[in-house]
């Protein structure tokens, strides 16, 4: 019986650790990809600027 209680015991909690994983894990997921949206996001209007300041420089290879 002892070793039944034990067996159950030790289930349940396993179950209620790898629960604490999963969501631990899945968390950190989440805030990698809100922190690499937010790094693309950022990358893109870098690229933006960047490109019209070029045609600024450059208007006479832009033909304007």
Do not use: C, K, P, W
Not at 6 to 31: A, S
Not at 37 to 56: C, G, K, N, P, Y
């Amino acid at each position: 019986m002892l070793v039944f209680l034990t067996t159950v015991i030790l289930y349940v909690f396993g179950f209620v650790f790898l629960y604490g994983v999963i969501r631990l894990g899945v968390r950190h997921g989440i805030e990698d990809v809100e922190t690499h949206r937010a790094q693309q996001v950022r990358a893109e209007e870098l690229a933006v600027h960047q490109d019209r300041t070029f045609a600024r420089e450059n208007a006479f290879l832009t033909g304007s």
